[in-house]
C-alpha cells in the first residue's frame, strides 16, 4: 500500500503530546475543541486529529500534518505569541512535547 504524501515534501507528521492535570482533562479537551477551528485555518493546515490514551486519560495527543514546515513554524510562532490559549495554562501539567516523524514506505 502506497502512502499519501511520501516523496511529495510534505512536512514529517507531528505529535504533539498534552499532559492535563489530574481531573481537568475533560476541560483541557473542551478547549482544544474551542481552539482547534483556528489551527485548522491556518495557511498550510491539512488536518489535526486529537487523541485520548485508553491506559492513562490525562494524556492527550493531537496529531498533525502541514504542507510545509515553514508553515508549521510560522504557527508555532503564532501560538506562542498573538494566537496563545490563555485557558490551557491552568489545565497542562507539564510542558508540551512535539515529535516529528517521517512517512516511510513499509
Known sequence: VALEGIGSGHVPSCALELAA???RVDEMIAV???SLPDTRARN???FVTV???QANPNQVVL???WATRE???AYRAWRAGEGAIEEMAGLVAAAPVIRYFDDVDA
Open 21 to 23: 492535570v489530574d481531573g
Open 32 to 34: 482544544l475543541k474551542k
Open 71 to 73: 508553515d508549521d513554524d
Open 51 to 53: 487523541h485520548q490514551d
Open 63 to 65: 496529531i498533525e500534518r
Open 44 to 46: 498550510g493546515c491539512e
